[in-house]
Protein backbone atom coordinates (compact mmCIF):
# COMPACT_ATOMS: atom_id res chain seq x y z
CA UNK A 1 0.00 0.00 0.00
CA UNK A 2 1.02 3.54 -0.42
CA UNK A 3 2.11 5.68 1.96
CA UNK A 4 -0.28 8.90 2.00
CA UNK A 5 0.73 12.49 1.70
CA UNK A 6 -0.96 13.53 4.87
CA UNK A 7 -1.90 11.46 7.56
CA UNK A 8 -3.78 13.24 10.30
CA UNK A 9 -4.52 9.97 12.88
CA UNK A 10 -6.90 10.37 16.12
CA UNK A 11 -5.90 14.40 16.11
CA UNK A 12 -7.26 15.82 19.43
CA UNK A 13 -6.48 19.72 20.13
CA UNK A 14 -6.61 21.25 23.52
CA UNK A 15 -8.15 24.69 24.32
CA UNK A 16 -7.03 25.73 27.89
CA UNK A 17 -9.26 28.41 29.38
CA UNK A 18 -11.45 29.56 32.62
CA UNK A 19 -9.42 26.66 34.46
CA UNK A 20 -10.62 23.77 32.87
CA UNK A 21 -9.68 22.19 29.21
CA UNK A 22 -12.04 21.68 26.01
CA UNK A 23 -11.23 19.44 23.39
CA UNK A 24 -11.99 21.90 20.56
CA UNK A 25 -11.32 18.88 18.01
CA UNK A 26 -11.22 15.14 18.81
CA UNK A 27 -10.69 12.15 17.20
CA UNK A 28 -10.32 13.48 13.29
CA UNK A 29 -8.35 11.22 10.97
CA UNK A 30 -7.97 12.03 7.35
CA UNK A 31 -5.75 11.05 4.96
CA UNK A 32 -4.60 12.94 1.93
CA UNK A 33 -3.14 11.72 -1.33
CA UNK A 34 -0.34 13.18 -3.59
CA UNK A 35 -1.83 15.75 -5.60
CA UNK A 36 -4.97 14.84 -4.28
CA UNK A 37 -7.39 17.75 -3.62
CA UNK A 38 -9.37 17.18 -0.47
CA UNK A 39 -12.24 19.42 1.24
CA UNK A 40 -12.80 19.95 5.34
CA UNK A 41 -15.82 21.93 5.51
CA UNK A 42 -17.97 23.35 8.59
CA UNK A 43 -19.34 26.46 9.88
CA UNK A 44 -17.69 28.88 11.96
CA UNK A 45 -16.10 27.14 14.98
CA UNK A 46 -16.20 23.75 14.57
CA UNK A 47 -12.44 23.18 14.40
CA UNK A 48 -11.32 23.48 10.87
CA UNK A 49 -9.12 26.27 10.97
CA UNK A 50 -7.59 24.95 13.70
CA UNK A 51 -7.02 21.53 12.22
CA UNK A 52 -5.00 23.20 9.34
CA UNK A 53 -2.78 25.12 11.93
CA UNK A 54 -1.97 21.81 13.51
CA UNK A 55 -0.81 20.17 10.05
CA UNK A 56 0.95 23.18 9.94
CA UNK A 57 2.26 23.32 13.34
CA UNK A 58 1.32 26.82 14.04
CA UNK A 59 -1.12 25.59 17.24
CA UNK A 60 -0.54 28.53 19.86
CA UNK A 61 -1.29 29.42 23.36
CA UNK A 62 -4.40 28.46 24.39
CA UNK A 63 -4.63 25.92 21.63
CA UNK A 64 -2.16 23.18 22.03
CA UNK A 65 -1.98 20.10 20.13
CA UNK A 66 -3.50 17.92 22.82
CA UNK A 67 -2.83 14.00 21.18
CA UNK A 68 -2.42 12.03 17.71
CA UNK A 69 -0.39 11.93 14.77
CA UNK A 70 0.27 14.04 11.88
CA UNK A 71 2.15 12.39 9.15
CA UNK A 72 3.66 13.89 6.15
CA UNK A 73 4.79 11.42 3.59
CA UNK A 74 5.03 8.79 6.23
CA UNK A 75 7.02 10.62 8.36
CA UNK A 76 5.44 12.02 12.03
CA UNK A 77 5.70 15.97 12.48
CA UNK A 78 3.71 16.41 15.37
CA UNK A 79 6.52 16.48 18.20
CA UNK A 80 9.04 18.32 15.10
CA UNK A 81 10.86 21.22 16.98
CA UNK A 82 10.25 24.49 15.82
CA UNK A 83 13.38 24.88 13.84
CA UNK A 84 12.39 21.26 11.71
CA UNK A 85 9.06 22.65 11.37
CA UNK A 86 10.23 26.21 9.86
CA UNK A 87 12.37 24.00 7.52
CA UNK A 88 8.79 22.02 6.11
CA UNK A 89 6.51 25.25 5.99
CA UNK A 90 7.16 27.21 2.59
CA UNK A 91 9.17 23.98 1.70
CA UNK A 92 7.08 20.82 1.76
CA UNK A 93 3.86 22.38 3.66
CA UNK A 94 2.55 25.92 2.16
CA UNK A 95 -0.76 28.03 3.39
CA UNK A 96 -3.19 30.01 1.80
CA UNK A 97 -5.00 32.60 4.39
CA UNK A 98 -9.15 33.86 4.32
CA UNK A 99 -7.73 37.83 4.62
CA UNK A 100 -4.89 38.47 1.93
CA UNK A 101 -4.20 41.98 3.42
CA UNK A 102 -3.49 40.62 7.14
CA UNK A 103 -1.37 37.96 5.71
CA UNK A 104 0.89 39.78 3.82
CA UNK A 105 3.79 42.03 5.29
CA UNK A 106 2.52 45.73 4.60
CA UNK A 107 5.93 47.16 5.00
CA UNK A 108 7.37 45.11 1.98
CA UNK A 109 7.64 44.56 -1.24
CA UNK A 110 5.27 41.68 -2.79
CA UNK A 111 8.31 40.79 -4.76
CA UNK A 112 10.52 40.43 -1.99
CA UNK A 113 7.96 38.48 -0.09
CA UNK A 114 7.88 36.20 -2.52
CA UNK A 115 12.09 36.35 -3.51
CA UNK A 116 12.70 35.33 0.38
CA UNK A 117 11.17 32.11 0.03
CA UNK A 118 13.89 30.87 -2.67
CA UNK A 119 16.62 32.50 -0.44
CA UNK A 120 15.36 30.88 2.94
CA UNK A 121 14.73 27.96 1.32
CA UNK A 122 16.59 27.39 -1.78
CA UNK A 123 19.55 29.19 -0.37
CA UNK A 124 19.56 31.30 -3.72
CA UNK A 125 20.97 34.85 -3.90
CA UNK A 126 18.78 37.78 -3.82
CA UNK A 127 19.58 38.77 -7.39
CA UNK A 128 18.13 35.51 -8.91
CA UNK A 129 15.63 34.98 -5.96
CA UNK A 130 13.93 38.36 -7.41
CA UNK A 131 14.20 37.18 -11.25
CA UNK A 132 12.27 34.11 -9.71
CA UNK A 133 9.54 35.87 -7.75
CA UNK A 134 8.85 37.97 -11.24
CA UNK A 135 8.38 34.62 -13.35
CA UNK A 136 6.40 33.27 -10.03
CA UNK A 137 3.65 36.47 -10.28
CA UNK A 138 3.90 35.83 -14.28
CA UNK A 139 2.80 32.55 -13.10
CA UNK A 140 -0.45 33.57 -11.25
CA UNK A 141 -1.01 36.08 -14.24
CA UNK A 142 -0.67 39.05 -12.54
CA UNK A 143 -0.43 41.81 -15.02
CA UNK A 144 2.77 43.53 -16.21
CA UNK A 145 4.73 41.60 -12.99
CA UNK A 146 8.14 43.13 -13.54
CA UNK A 147 5.88 46.76 -12.46
CA UNK A 148 3.81 44.59 -9.62
CA UNK A 149 6.98 43.18 -8.02
CA UNK A 150 7.80 46.57 -6.55
CA UNK A 151 4.51 47.24 -4.95
CA UNK A 152 3.58 46.73 -1.67
CA UNK A 153 0.34 45.06 -0.75
CA UNK A 154 -1.79 47.92 -0.27
CA UNK A 155 -1.31 48.71 -3.47
CA UNK A 156 -3.07 45.69 -5.20
CA UNK A 157 -6.36 44.71 -5.26
CA UNK A 158 -8.03 41.95 -2.78
CA UNK A 159 -7.85 39.20 -5.93
CA UNK A 160 -4.16 40.34 -7.05
CA UNK A 161 -3.06 40.14 -3.62
CA UNK A 162 -4.67 36.61 -3.18
CA UNK A 163 -2.69 35.82 -6.32
CA UNK A 164 0.22 37.08 -4.64
CA UNK A 165 -0.34 34.71 -1.66
CA UNK A 166 -0.62 31.99 -3.87
CA UNK A 167 2.49 32.51 -5.33
CA UNK A 168 4.09 32.74 -2.09
CA UNK A 169 2.97 29.12 -1.27
CA UNK A 170 3.54 27.61 -4.15
CA UNK A 171 6.88 29.21 -4.95
CA UNK A 172 9.61 26.16 -3.81
CA UNK A 173 6.52 23.31 -4.93
CA UNK A 174 5.28 22.41 -1.42
CA UNK A 175 3.80 18.75 -1.59
CA UNK A 176 0.86 20.06 0.25
CA UNK A 177 -1.43 23.29 -0.24
CA UNK A 178 -3.43 24.23 2.90
CA UNK A 179 -6.05 27.09 1.73
CA UNK A 180 -8.06 28.54 4.85
CA UNK A 181 -11.35 29.75 3.04
CA UNK A 182 -9.11 31.33 0.23
CA UNK A 183 -11.88 33.26 -1.21
CA UNK A 184 -14.13 34.41 1.26
CA UNK A 185 -13.19 37.73 1.29
CA UNK A 186 -12.95 38.35 -2.45
CA UNK A 187 -16.07 38.91 -4.74
CA UNK A 188 -17.65 35.97 -6.94
CA UNK A 189 -16.17 36.47 -10.44
CA UNK A 190 -13.06 37.02 -8.62
CA UNK A 191 -13.12 33.73 -6.73
CA UNK A 192 -14.06 31.50 -9.40
CA UNK A 193 -10.77 32.91 -11.15
CA UNK A 194 -8.40 32.43 -8.24
CA UNK A 195 -10.10 28.48 -7.87
CA UNK A 196 -9.71 27.89 -10.79
CA UNK A 197 -5.44 29.54 -10.99
CA UNK A 198 -5.12 27.10 -7.59
CA UNK A 199 -6.57 23.82 -8.91
CA UNK A 200 -4.78 24.33 -12.41
CA UNK A 201 -1.34 25.22 -10.81
CA UNK A 202 -2.07 22.55 -8.35
CA UNK A 203 -2.70 20.08 -10.78
CA UNK A 204 0.69 21.55 -12.63
CA UNK A 205 2.82 20.87 -9.76
CA UNK A 206 1.09 17.55 -8.35
CA UNK A 207 0.78 20.03 -5.30
CA UNK A 208 -2.25 18.20 -3.21
CA UNK A 209 -4.51 20.56 -1.64
CA UNK A 210 -6.28 20.72 1.84
CA UNK A 211 -9.12 23.11 1.22
CA UNK A 212 -10.72 24.56 4.54
CA UNK A 213 -14.22 26.34 3.88
CA UNK A 214 -18.06 26.78 5.07
CA UNK A 215 -18.94 26.19 1.52
CA UNK A 216 -19.86 23.07 0.35
CA UNK A 217 -20.63 23.49 -3.08
CA UNK A 218 -17.29 25.70 -3.50
CA UNK A 219 -15.13 22.49 -1.85
CA UNK A 220 -17.19 20.06 -3.53
CA UNK A 221 -16.54 21.40 -7.23
CA UNK A 222 -12.46 21.61 -6.69
CA UNK A 223 -11.88 18.69 -4.67
CA UNK A 224 -12.42 15.33 -4.50
CA UNK A 225 -13.16 13.80 -1.17
CA UNK A 226 -14.78 15.91 1.58
CA UNK A 227 -15.18 15.67 5.30
CA UNK A 228 -18.20 17.12 6.73
CA UNK A 229 -17.16 18.36 10.65
CA UNK A 230 -19.49 19.64 13.38
CA UNK A 231 -19.03 20.77 16.89
CA UNK A 232 -15.34 19.36 16.61
CA UNK A 233 -15.79 16.18 14.87
CA UNK A 234 -15.99 14.77 11.54
CA UNK A 235 -19.14 13.91 11.06
CA UNK A 236 -18.98 12.25 7.25
CA UNK A 237 -16.55 11.90 4.43
CA UNK A 238 -17.58 11.28 1.48
CA UNK A 239 -16.68 11.42 -2.32
CA UNK A 240 -17.21 14.74 -3.38
CA UNK A 241 -20.24 14.72 -5.73
CA UNK A 242 -21.74 11.33 -3.02
CA UNK A 243 -21.78 14.04 -0.51
CA UNK A 244 -24.84 16.19 -2.22
CA UNK A 245 -26.27 12.89 -4.53
CA UNK A 246 -26.09 10.78 -0.40
CA UNK A 247 -25.63 13.10 2.10
CA UNK A 248 -25.41 10.07 4.86
CA UNK A 249 -25.32 12.12 8.63
CA UNK A 250 -28.17 14.24 9.51
CA UNK A 251 -26.32 17.54 9.82
CA UNK A 252 -24.58 17.27 6.40
CA UNK A 253 -28.12 16.41 4.98
CA UNK A 254 -30.24 19.35 6.88
CA UNK A 255 -26.80 21.81 5.59
CA UNK A 256 -27.52 20.23 1.62
CA UNK A 257 -31.17 20.41 1.72
CA UNK A 258 -31.26 24.32 3.35
CA UNK A 259 -29.11 25.63 0.18
CA UNK A 260 -31.66 27.36 -1.85
CA UNK A 261 -30.96 25.44 -5.04
CA UNK A 262 -30.31 27.80 -8.31
CA UNK A 263 -33.13 26.10 -10.82
CA UNK A 264 -34.92 24.56 -8.07
CA UNK A 265 -37.89 27.32 -8.07
CA UNK A 266 -37.95 27.02 -11.81
CA UNK A 267 -38.73 23.20 -11.55
CA UNK A 268 -40.87 23.09 -8.65
CA UNK A 269 -42.05 26.66 -7.12
CA UNK A 270 -41.22 28.36 -4.05
CA UNK A 271 -41.07 25.50 -1.42
CA UNK A 272 -39.77 26.46 2.10
CA UNK A 273 -36.22 25.94 3.11
CA UNK A 274 -35.54 22.87 5.23
CA UNK A 275 -34.42 24.32 8.47
CA UNK A 276 -32.00 23.12 10.68
CA UNK A 277 -33.15 23.95 13.82
CA UNK A 278 -31.24 25.52 16.87
CA UNK A 279 -27.74 26.70 17.28
CA UNK A 280 -24.37 25.37 16.68
CA UNK A 281 -23.51 24.20 20.41
CA UNK A 282 -20.78 26.72 22.08
CA UNK A 283 -17.32 24.64 23.07
CA UNK A 284 -17.68 24.24 27.36
CA UNK A 285 -21.07 23.50 26.62
CA UNK A 286 -20.86 20.55 24.13
CA UNK A 287 -23.66 18.04 25.01
CA UNK A 288 -22.82 14.61 25.40
CA UNK A 289 -23.57 11.96 22.78
CA UNK A 290 -23.30 13.15 19.09
CA UNK A 291 -22.74 16.50 19.15
CA UNK A 292 -25.23 17.19 16.79
CA UNK A 293 -28.52 15.70 19.18
CA UNK A 294 -30.05 18.79 20.12
CA UNK A 295 -30.64 19.70 17.20
CA UNK A 296 -31.20 16.42 14.99
CA UNK A 297 -34.51 15.39 13.48
CA UNK A 298 -34.74 11.62 14.29
CA UNK A 299 -32.80 11.93 17.91
CA UNK A 300 -33.14 8.84 20.08
CA UNK A 301 -31.84 8.11 23.77
CA UNK A 302 -28.57 6.48 22.27
CA UNK A 303 -27.81 9.71 20.86
CA UNK A 304 -27.87 11.46 23.82
CA UNK A 305 -25.96 9.08 25.90
CA UNK A 306 -23.40 7.13 23.15
CA UNK A 307 -20.74 8.79 20.54
CA UNK A 308 -21.53 7.54 17.33
CA UNK A 309 -18.40 4.82 16.05
CA UNK A 310 -17.62 5.09 12.30
CA UNK A 311 -19.82 3.69 10.25
CA UNK A 312 -18.22 2.95 6.85
CA UNK A 313 -19.50 4.22 3.62
CA UNK A 314 -18.70 3.19 -0.06
CA UNK A 315 -15.80 4.60 -1.62
CA UNK A 316 -13.89 4.40 1.98
CA UNK A 317 -16.15 7.27 3.13
CA UNK A 318 -17.31 6.78 6.65
CA UNK A 319 -20.54 8.20 8.55
CA UNK A 320 -20.87 8.73 12.56
CA UNK A 321 -24.55 8.84 13.19
CA UNK A 322 -26.27 5.54 15.34
CA UNK A 323 -29.32 5.49 12.82
CA UNK A 324 -27.10 5.46 9.20
CA UNK A 325 -28.33 2.23 7.65
CA UNK B 1 -51.72 48.86 -12.33
CA UNK B 2 -50.66 49.22 -9.27
CA UNK B 3 -49.16 52.52 -8.15
CA UNK B 4 -45.18 51.33 -7.56
CA UNK B 5 -43.91 52.10 -3.45
CA UNK B 6 -40.57 53.12 -4.51
CA UNK B 7 -39.91 54.83 -7.92
CA UNK B 8 -35.95 55.82 -8.74
CA UNK B 9 -35.79 57.90 -12.01
CA UNK B 10 -32.06 58.63 -13.04
CA UNK B 11 -30.89 58.51 -9.49
CA UNK B 12 -27.29 59.25 -9.06
CA UNK B 13 -25.42 59.51 -5.88
CA UNK B 14 -21.77 60.94 -6.77
CA UNK B 15 -18.57 61.72 -4.58
CA UNK B 16 -16.38 63.85 -4.37
CA UNK B 17 -12.49 62.46 -3.45
CA UNK B 18 -9.27 63.82 -2.80
CA UNK B 19 -8.19 67.38 -2.73
CA UNK B 20 -6.66 70.20 -4.45
CA UNK B 21 -3.16 69.07 -3.60
CA UNK B 22 -2.67 65.49 -4.16
CA UNK B 23 -3.91 65.43 -8.31
CA UNK B 24 -7.34 67.40 -7.85
CA UNK B 25 -10.69 66.14 -7.12
CA UNK B 26 -12.33 63.05 -8.80
CA UNK B 27 -16.09 62.28 -8.84
CA UNK B 28 -16.85 59.05 -7.68
CA UNK B 29 -20.01 57.63 -9.11
CA UNK B 30 -20.76 55.37 -7.16
CA UNK B 31 -24.76 55.38 -8.76
CA UNK B 32 -25.12 57.01 -11.76
CA UNK B 33 -28.48 57.05 -13.41
CA UNK B 34 -30.26 54.27 -11.98
CA UNK B 35 -34.24 53.83 -12.64
CA UNK B 36 -36.12 51.28 -10.67
CA UNK B 37 -39.60 50.98 -9.53
CA UNK B 38 -40.54 48.52 -6.35
CA UNK B 39 -44.32 47.64 -6.63
CA UNK B 40 -45.74 47.11 -3.18
CA UNK B 41 -46.07 43.21 -2.07
CA UNK B 42 -43.44 43.24 -4.24
CA UNK B 43 -39.53 41.61 -3.68
CA UNK B 44 -36.61 43.09 -5.44
CA UNK B 45 -33.41 41.25 -5.60
CA UNK B 46 -30.61 43.97 -6.41
CA UNK B 47 -27.46 41.99 -7.23
CA UNK B 48 -23.86 42.86 -7.40
CA UNK B 49 -20.24 42.55 -6.59
CA UNK B 50 -18.53 44.89 -4.10
CA UNK B 51 -18.42 48.58 -5.24
CA UNK B 52 -21.05 48.36 -7.79
CA UNK B 53 -23.22 50.84 -5.32
CA UNK B 54 -25.55 49.10 -4.40
CA UNK B 55 -25.44 49.61 -0.84
CA UNK B 56 -24.75 53.37 -1.42
CA UNK B 57 -28.05 53.00 -3.41
CA UNK B 58 -29.73 51.76 -0.27
CA UNK B 59 -28.37 54.37 1.39
CA UNK B 60 -30.33 57.14 -0.97
CA UNK B 61 -33.59 55.57 -0.84
CA UNK B 62 -33.13 55.61 3.19
CA UNK B 63 -32.82 59.23 2.80
CA UNK B 64 -29.23 59.09 4.17
CA UNK B 65 -27.50 60.56 1.73
CA UNK B 66 -28.52 63.26 -1.12
CA UNK B 67 -29.11 62.26 -4.27
CA UNK B 68 -26.71 64.47 -6.89
CA UNK B 69 -29.24 63.85 -9.66
CA UNK B 70 -32.66 62.54 -10.51
CA UNK B 71 -35.49 61.57 -8.04
CA UNK B 72 -36.82 59.23 -5.31
CA UNK B 73 -40.31 58.57 -4.67
CA UNK B 74 -41.59 56.37 -1.68
CA UNK B 75 -45.86 56.13 -1.65
CA UNK B 76 -46.52 58.64 -3.76
CA UNK B 77 -43.85 61.43 -2.26
CA UNK B 78 -40.81 62.73 -3.08
CA UNK B 79 -38.13 62.49 -0.61
CA UNK B 80 -35.51 64.57 -2.19
CA UNK B 81 -34.84 68.05 -2.50
CA UNK B 82 -37.05 70.78 -1.04
CA UNK B 83 -40.23 69.36 0.02
CA UNK B 84 -38.94 66.10 1.29
CA UNK B 85 -41.28 64.66 4.09
CA UNK B 86 -39.18 64.94 7.62
CA UNK B 87 -36.83 61.86 8.45
CA UNK B 88 -39.61 60.90 11.42
CA UNK B 89 -41.88 60.32 8.37
CA UNK B 90 -40.01 58.26 6.73
CA UNK B 91 -38.85 55.89 8.95
CA UNK B 92 -42.50 54.83 9.08
CA UNK B 93 -42.13 54.04 6.04
CA UNK B 94 -38.85 52.21 4.90
CA UNK B 95 -36.74 50.52 7.41
CA UNK B 96 -33.56 48.84 6.61
CA UNK B 97 -32.16 44.98 7.87
CA UNK B 98 -28.16 45.37 8.44
CA UNK B 99 -25.66 42.72 7.19
CA UNK B 100 -23.95 41.93 10.78
CA UNK B 101 -26.04 41.65 13.48
CA UNK B 102 -23.37 41.82 16.04
CA UNK B 103 -22.14 45.48 14.72
CA UNK B 104 -25.87 46.69 14.23
CA UNK B 105 -27.47 46.55 17.98
CA UNK B 106 -26.36 49.00 20.50
CA UNK B 107 -24.83 46.44 23.05
CA UNK B 108 -25.74 48.44 25.93
CA UNK B 109 -29.77 48.27 25.22
CA UNK B 110 -31.64 44.93 26.44
CA UNK B 111 -33.84 43.67 23.24
CA UNK B 112 -37.28 45.98 24.72
CA UNK B 113 -35.52 49.29 24.79
CA UNK B 114 -34.23 48.51 21.13
CA UNK B 115 -38.01 47.91 19.81
CA UNK B 116 -40.06 50.55 22.44
CA UNK B 117 -37.51 53.73 21.78
CA UNK B 118 -38.81 53.59 18.37
CA UNK B 119 -42.22 53.26 19.18
CA UNK B 120 -42.04 56.05 22.18
CA UNK B 121 -40.10 58.52 19.75
CA UNK B 122 -43.09 57.86 17.01
CA UNK B 123 -45.60 58.74 19.57
CA UNK B 124 -47.02 55.48 20.89
CA UNK B 125 -47.01 56.95 24.15
CA UNK B 126 -49.59 53.83 26.07
CA UNK B 127 -47.34 51.88 27.79
CA UNK B 128 -49.76 48.82 27.75
CA UNK B 129 -49.41 49.24 24.02
CA UNK B 130 -45.41 49.58 24.13
CA UNK B 131 -45.40 46.17 25.80
CA UNK B 132 -48.55 44.40 23.93
CA UNK B 133 -46.81 45.55 20.71
CA UNK B 134 -43.12 44.48 21.47
CA UNK B 135 -44.63 41.34 22.99
CA UNK B 136 -46.09 40.85 19.45
CA UNK B 137 -43.26 41.27 17.38
CA UNK B 138 -41.07 39.37 19.56
CA UNK B 139 -43.23 36.84 18.71
CA UNK B 140 -43.08 37.27 15.29
CA UNK B 141 -39.76 36.89 14.67
CA UNK B 142 -39.18 33.50 16.81
CA UNK B 143 -38.21 35.43 20.26
CA UNK B 144 -39.65 34.46 23.47
CA UNK B 145 -41.00 37.56 25.27
CA UNK B 146 -39.29 36.70 28.15
CA UNK B 147 -36.10 37.17 26.36
CA UNK B 148 -36.97 41.00 26.37
CA UNK B 149 -34.52 42.08 29.24
CA UNK B 150 -31.97 40.33 27.88
CA UNK B 151 -28.69 41.87 25.94
CA UNK B 152 -27.44 41.72 22.35
CA UNK B 153 -24.23 39.39 23.49
CA UNK B 154 -26.71 37.10 25.17
CA UNK B 155 -28.17 36.04 21.80
CA UNK B 156 -26.20 33.99 18.97
CA UNK B 157 -25.92 35.41 15.92
CA UNK B 158 -29.07 34.00 14.06
CA UNK B 159 -31.26 35.94 16.86
CA UNK B 160 -29.87 39.06 17.02
CA UNK B 161 -30.88 38.98 13.43
CA UNK B 162 -34.44 38.37 14.43
CA UNK B 163 -34.30 41.37 17.18
CA UNK B 164 -32.37 43.31 13.67
CA UNK B 165 -35.71 42.02 12.26
CA UNK B 166 -37.95 43.06 14.73
CA UNK B 167 -36.26 46.21 15.13
CA UNK B 168 -37.09 47.32 11.74
CA UNK B 169 -40.71 46.03 11.53
CA UNK B 170 -41.98 47.21 14.86
CA UNK B 171 -42.99 50.65 13.38
CA UNK B 172 -45.02 48.91 10.44
CA UNK B 173 -42.98 50.10 7.47
CA UNK B 174 -43.85 49.23 3.92
CA UNK B 175 -40.78 48.69 2.28
CA UNK B 176 -37.91 46.89 3.84
CA UNK B 177 -34.30 46.83 2.07
CA UNK B 178 -32.30 43.95 3.12
CA UNK B 179 -28.34 44.72 2.90
CA UNK B 180 -27.34 41.04 2.91
CA UNK B 181 -29.19 40.08 5.71
CA UNK B 182 -27.80 36.26 6.35
CA UNK B 183 -24.58 36.46 4.91
CA UNK B 184 -23.00 37.40 8.01
CA UNK B 185 -24.86 34.21 9.76
CA UNK B 186 -23.84 30.47 9.86
CA UNK B 187 -24.96 28.28 7.25
CA UNK B 188 -27.36 26.02 9.30
CA UNK B 189 -29.06 29.15 10.41
CA UNK B 190 -29.41 31.34 7.38
CA UNK B 191 -32.27 28.92 5.90
CA UNK B 192 -34.34 29.96 9.08
CA UNK B 193 -33.81 33.49 8.14
CA UNK B 194 -35.03 33.62 4.69
CA UNK B 195 -37.71 31.36 5.76
CA UNK B 196 -38.61 33.83 8.33
CA UNK B 197 -38.15 36.87 6.00
CA UNK B 198 -40.59 35.35 3.68
CA UNK B 199 -43.18 34.51 5.87
CA UNK B 200 -43.17 38.29 7.60
CA UNK B 201 -43.18 39.50 4.16
CA UNK B 202 -46.69 37.75 3.30
CA UNK B 203 -48.06 38.20 7.06
CA UNK B 204 -47.62 42.10 6.62
CA UNK B 205 -47.72 42.25 3.36
CA UNK B 206 -44.39 44.06 3.02
CA UNK B 207 -42.10 45.29 -0.09
CA UNK B 208 -38.66 44.07 0.13
CA UNK B 209 -35.21 44.61 -1.76
CA UNK B 210 -33.15 42.16 -0.89
CA UNK B 211 -29.53 43.14 -1.61
CA UNK B 212 -27.65 39.77 -2.12
CA UNK B 213 -24.37 38.59 -3.79
CA UNK B 214 -25.46 35.01 -3.08
CA UNK B 215 -27.78 34.42 -6.80
CA UNK B 216 -29.41 31.07 -4.89
CA UNK B 217 -30.61 33.43 -2.04
CA UNK B 218 -31.88 36.08 -4.63
CA UNK B 219 -33.11 33.72 -6.89
CA UNK B 220 -35.73 32.16 -3.83
CA UNK B 221 -36.82 34.96 -2.69
CA UNK B 222 -36.94 37.53 -5.33
CA UNK B 223 -40.07 38.93 -7.88
CA UNK B 224 -37.97 40.90 -10.14
CA UNK B 225 -33.96 40.99 -10.28
CA UNK B 226 -31.44 44.12 -10.94
CA UNK B 227 -27.87 43.55 -11.56
CA UNK B 228 -25.65 46.21 -10.97
CA UNK B 229 -22.53 47.13 -11.84
CA UNK B 230 -20.05 50.15 -11.37
CA UNK B 231 -23.34 52.08 -10.38
CA UNK B 232 -25.66 50.88 -13.43
CA UNK B 233 -28.18 48.44 -14.01
CA UNK B 234 -27.23 46.72 -16.56
CA UNK B 235 -30.08 43.96 -16.25
CA UNK B 236 -33.37 43.99 -14.68
CA UNK B 237 -36.29 41.40 -15.12
CA UNK B 238 -38.18 38.78 -13.27
CA UNK B 239 -36.52 36.43 -11.91
CA UNK B 240 -37.09 33.77 -14.39
CA UNK B 241 -36.30 36.10 -16.90
CA UNK B 242 -32.63 36.45 -14.94
CA UNK B 243 -31.85 33.23 -14.04
CA UNK B 244 -33.36 31.32 -17.21
CA UNK B 245 -32.49 33.69 -19.74
CA UNK B 246 -29.56 35.98 -18.77
CA UNK B 247 -29.03 38.94 -22.00
CA UNK B 248 -26.22 40.56 -20.25
CA UNK B 249 -22.86 38.83 -20.12
CA UNK B 250 -22.31 40.41 -16.59
CA UNK B 251 -25.14 38.28 -15.28
CA UNK B 252 -24.34 35.10 -17.01
CA UNK B 253 -20.72 35.39 -15.65
CA UNK B 254 -22.28 36.06 -11.96
CA UNK B 255 -24.33 32.76 -12.97
CA UNK B 256 -21.48 30.68 -14.04
CA UNK B 257 -19.33 31.84 -11.25
CA UNK B 258 -21.50 30.13 -8.47
CA UNK B 259 -19.80 26.74 -7.30
CA UNK B 260 -23.28 25.32 -7.62
CA UNK B 261 -22.81 21.57 -6.97
CA UNK B 262 -25.95 19.99 -8.26
CA UNK B 263 -25.28 21.21 -12.05
CA UNK B 264 -21.95 21.59 -12.25
CA UNK B 265 -21.57 22.28 -16.01
CA UNK B 266 -24.75 24.21 -16.75
CA UNK B 267 -23.37 27.18 -17.77
CA UNK B 268 -19.81 26.93 -19.59
CA UNK B 269 -16.49 28.13 -18.86
CA UNK B 270 -17.08 30.95 -22.12
CA UNK B 271 -19.02 32.80 -19.65
CA UNK B 272 -16.97 33.43 -17.30
CA UNK B 273 -15.77 37.10 -16.93
CA UNK B 274 -12.06 37.61 -16.77
CA UNK B 275 -9.82 40.52 -14.51
CA UNK B 276 -11.53 42.36 -11.80
CA UNK B 277 -13.68 45.04 -11.47
CA UNK B 278 -12.58 48.44 -12.28
CA UNK B 279 -12.39 50.81 -9.83
CA UNK B 280 -15.48 53.32 -9.79
CA UNK B 281 -13.18 56.10 -9.41
CA UNK B 282 -11.89 55.29 -13.46
CA UNK B 283 -14.35 52.89 -15.29
CA UNK B 284 -13.88 52.01 -18.62
CA UNK B 285 -15.52 54.04 -21.26
CA UNK B 286 -18.59 53.00 -23.11
CA UNK B 287 -19.94 49.82 -21.34
CA UNK B 288 -17.74 49.84 -17.74
CA UNK B 289 -17.78 45.45 -18.07
CA UNK B 290 -16.19 45.50 -21.91
CA UNK B 291 -12.39 44.70 -20.18
CA UNK B 292 -14.01 41.65 -18.75
CA UNK B 293 -16.04 40.75 -21.02
CA UNK B 294 -16.13 37.19 -23.80
CA UNK B 295 -18.31 39.82 -26.27
CA UNK B 296 -16.18 42.72 -26.51
CA UNK B 297 -16.06 44.84 -30.01
CA UNK B 298 -15.48 47.99 -30.61
CA UNK B 299 -18.84 49.62 -30.28
CA UNK B 300 -18.23 48.59 -26.71
CA UNK B 301 -15.90 50.78 -26.29
CA UNK B 302 -16.44 53.91 -27.52
CA UNK B 303 -20.64 54.45 -26.81
CA UNK B 304 -22.48 53.41 -23.51
CA UNK B 305 -25.17 50.77 -24.18
CA UNK B 306 -28.31 51.45 -23.23
CA UNK B 307 -30.73 50.00 -20.89
CA UNK B 308 -33.53 48.32 -23.17
CA UNK B 309 -36.44 46.13 -23.48
CA UNK B 310 -35.71 42.55 -24.72
CA UNK B 311 -38.59 40.89 -23.65
CA UNK B 312 -41.96 41.93 -21.64
CA UNK B 313 -40.36 43.66 -18.58
CA UNK B 314 -36.82 42.50 -18.97
CA UNK B 315 -34.29 45.26 -20.17
CA UNK B 316 -30.56 44.91 -20.56
CA UNK B 317 -27.58 47.08 -21.32
CA UNK B 318 -25.60 45.74 -23.68
CA UNK B 319 -25.19 45.96 -27.07
CA UNK B 320 -25.03 42.74 -28.00
CA UNK B 321 -28.73 42.25 -26.10
CA UNK B 322 -30.18 39.88 -29.05
CA UNK B 323 -27.36 37.93 -29.41
CA UNK B 324 -26.33 36.02 -25.88
CA UNK B 325 -28.56 33.35 -25.54
Given at each position: MTVPLLKVDNLRIALAGDGATYNAVENVSFEIGRGEAFGLVGESGCGKSITALAVMGLLRRPLSLGGGRIALDGEEIQDASPAEMRRLRGKRIAMIFQEPMTALNPLSPVGKQIAEMFVLHEGMGWNEAMDRAEEALRQVRVPSPERRIKDYPHQLSGGMRQRVMIAIALACGPDLLVADEPTTALDVTVQAEIIDLMAELCAAKGTAILMISHDLGLVANMCKRVAVMYAGRIVESQAAEAIFATPSHPYTRGLVDSLPRLGERSKRGRQRLREISGVVPSIAAYPAGCRFNPRCPSVTDVCREMVPEATPLPAEGLVRCHHHG | MAEPLLSLDDLAVHFKIGNMLGGGIKTLKAVDGVTLDVKPGECLGLVGESGCGKSTLALAIMGLLPPTRGTIGVDGQE????KAPDRMKMARTVQMVFQDPYASLNPRQTVRRTLADPLRLHGVTDKAEVEARVADMMARVGLRPEQADRYPHEFSGGQRQRIGIARALILKPKLVLCDEPVSALDVSIRAQIINLLLELKDELGLSYIMISHDLGVVEHVSDRVAVMYLGRIVEQGGWQEIFENPRHPYTRALIAAIPDPFHRAAISAKAKARGEIASALNPPPGCHFHPRCPLKADICVSQDPVLA?????HRAACHFRDRVS
Open positions: - | ISGNAVAEG
